[in-house]
């Protein structure tokens, strides 16, 4: 191990370090990063970009009982590091180990939980309220991205904050990036404080303001203020954040370890909520990073040499599969546009923004306003597609239900990563989906196991003059799949079978393949069937199955509560049938990191345990 970091098992160690030798820390820390992301993947150029700033909080706060809320929690590897987890952070994202993200009950130093984007502020204006209720001290720090300010509740809490007047310091880590360059107004604003030359110029003298400030006295305080005020007047059009209550200070160089911890120091004490605006660069310390930060803001394991992904993958993956589909489609119709919050790359629309820019959105990290934005759109004609994540769409909830289905407006939902995620863990898996779409009224739901069906359902989607949500997951798209017709409201036979059925919905199906080519050989004849329409169904072919009398297992990458096997319960009952019915799904538990792998065989999706399961049901012929 590297001879600083050696000394360091908790921030109480950091304190001992002089001020000078951090430097040399911030190295090692990042060479330990860098060597464990290349293994582990992860996200590194995030990460690597608030090594200082860390080392600055830690150096200066008395954490834990001083609270660091870090927003999305992508960029708290360092944290980790410096807060006893250093021996395990080789772990990190592999089942059993370390949590790539915030997590309280991994740590005490880890304040809250995070993954979702813009909720610092809000959580830590909630801890403040608390310390002040209960008449506690202790400082609480939220730290943000210029890419997770462009979200809706970043702006509820500072609007909340501004007003109450609460302690609350927020750091606003600015590197014009959220996982693409940063979009939007705000980011137009953070840029022109940034660039300023005007600022530049004038940059030591508000730095000696700052410095001043704890020693000066009261009239001599409010004079210096004046002078910053009259000072920030000229460069912060607006001054923005002071209009909104909070102090603000920066923008300072996010690597500079002398400059951050005075700083924060230095505004620290002041009893209103502040904003220290700092600068860094995404990727900082390792060139490839610097270079290309969208490509390692997420990274898979990578040759440290070279920054090339060690598992290239041959095979198209789901995503890809959505974006080539995209652009041809709307080749052909140019009412077609998309819309991405801050996810063009992972969504796969880069090629549809290429070819129709005018077409594309990228509204920044706003899922909500994604949602009735494409509410706009279709009530004037055209056809949104809005790509999200699966876990990020929750967002959007109560926007997909009134400003889209409500109206029965025709705004196709894309929504990659449905399903399990792997080592992103409980904040990202997409589990949810089929029963927060399934429960409103007019809108469909479609899954797609392969290619193909993605290509074909999109296109249904597109052309059924209704919301229509088609959920696909992470990875790649299967090889060698039976060829169907696909129509919504209709299923496809895989296999018939004697003994029983398997009902499978999207990406499972092919693990119940697997399990039903396991079962065939132990001479067990069941059927598979492949649910691609989840709502509606195919009750006619559901009726059909059900009067067999046989055993039907449900499958899905979704819980059980309100997913795909308890809405065929529901209709085959309603329908008078009283068949053995078993569902396998996810349980009333948040599915924990591993890879995917791994988590199939855990969650019981892995075609044995799928095999298993219909064994035990089934009297062979
Ligand atoms: C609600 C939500 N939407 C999207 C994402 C995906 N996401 C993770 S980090 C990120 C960009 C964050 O940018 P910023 O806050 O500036 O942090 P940086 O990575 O630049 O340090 C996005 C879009 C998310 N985590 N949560």
Not at 75 to 93: D, E, M, P, V
Not at 162 to 174: D, E, H, P, T, Y
Not at 422 to 428: L, N, W
């Amino acid at each position: 191990m590297s001879k600083i970091l050696e000394q360091v098992n908790s921030p109480a160690d950091l304190k001992n370090i002089k001020i000078e030798k951090l430097e040399e820390l911030c190295s090692e820390i990042r060479a330990l990063i860098i060597d464990v992301v290349s293994k582990n993947g992860g996200h590194l150029a995030s990460s690597l970009g608030t090594v200082e700033l860390t080392v600055a909080l830690h150096y200066v706060f008395n954490t834990p009982r001083d609270k660091i809320v870090w927003d999305v929690g992508h960029q708290a590897y360092a944290h980790k590091i410096l807060t006893g987890r250093k021996n395990k952070f080789h772990t990190i994202r592999r089942k059993g180990g370390l949590s790539g993200f915030p997590k309280p009950s991994e740590s005490e130093y880890d304040s809250f939980m995070a993954g979702h984007a813009s909720t610092s502020i809000s959580a830590a204006s909630g801890m403040a309220a608390a310390r002040d209720l209960k008449k506690e001290n202790y400082d609480v720090v939220a730290v943000i991205g210029d890419g997770a300010l462009t979200g809706g509740m970043a702006f509820e809490a500072m609007n909340n904050i501004g007003a109450s007047g609460k302690r609350v310091m927020v750091i606003l880590n600015g590197n014009e990036m959220a996982i693409s360059p940063s979009v939007g107004a705000m980011s137009n604003y953070l840029n022109k404080i940034i660039t300023s030359p005007l600022y530049n110029t004038l940059k030591n003298d508000i730095e000696a303001v700052v410095d001043k400030i704890p020693t000066v006295g009261k009239k001599m305080l409010t004079a210096a203020r004046r002078v910053e005020e009259a000072v920030k007047s000229l460069i912060v059009p607006g001054a923005l954040f002071e209009e909104l209550g909070f102090r603000y200070f920066g923008p300072i160089d996010g690597h500079n370890i002398p400059l951050l911890i005075k700083t924060i120091k230095n505004v620290k004490n002041i009893s209103s909520p502040l904003i220290v605006h700092v600068v860094t660069k995404k990727g900082k310390g390792y060139g490839i990073s610097e270079e290309h930060p969208e490509l390692f803001h997420g990274a898979a394991p990578f040759e440290i040499e070279t920054g090339e992904n060690v598992k290239k993958k041959s095979v198209p993956t789901f995503t890809k599969v959505f974006g080539d589909e995209l652009v041809k489609l709307a080749e052909k119709d140019k009412r077609i546009i998309a819309i991405t919050a801050a996810m063009c790359l992972g969504t796969g629309l880069t090629g549809f923004k290429e070819k129709f820019p005018e077409r594309f959105f990228d509204v920044g990290i706003a899922e909500q306003h994604a949602v009735t934005f494409a509410g706009g759109l279709a009530a004037c004609g055209l056809k949104p597609v809005v790509a999200i994540y699966s876990t990020f769409l929750q967002r959007a909830i109560d926007q997909i239900f009134h400003d889209v289905c409500l109206m029965n407006l025709p705004v196709v939902f894309a929504l990659d990563r449905s399903g399990l995620v792997g080592e992103d863990g409980p904040t990202h898996h997409g589990v949810f989906d089929i029963t927060y779409l399934s429960m409103l009224p007019n809108l469909m739901v479609l899954s797609p196991s392969n290619g193909d069906a993605l290509r074909a359902l999109l296109k249904l989607a597109l052309d059924c003059g209704g919301p229509c949500a088609v959920r696909y997951p992470k990875g790649s798209v299967p090889n060698g799949v039976p060829v169907m017709k696909y129509e919504i409201g209709k299923w496809g036979i895989v296999k018939e079978g004697k003994d029983g059925y398997i009902l499978a919905a999207g990406s499972v199906v092919g693990s119940a393949f697997e399990a039903v080519k396991m079962l065939n050989s132990e001479g067990i004849d069941v059927g598979l069937v492949d649910c691609y329409s989840i709502k509606p169904l195919d009750v006619e072919m559901l009726n059909g199955i059900l009067k067999e009398n046989k055993p039907v297992v449900t499958l899905e990458e979704n819980v059980e509560r309100g997913g795909f096997g308890s809405y065929i319960s529901e209709v085959s009952s309603s329908l008078g049938f009283s068949n053995l019915i078993k569902h396998i799904a996810l349980g009333d538990e948040f599915v924990q990191h591993a890879s995917c792998a791994e988590l199939y065989n855990i969650t019981g999706l892995a075609p044995e345990s799928i095999a298993a399961k219909v064994k035990s049901l089934v009297v062979p012929h």
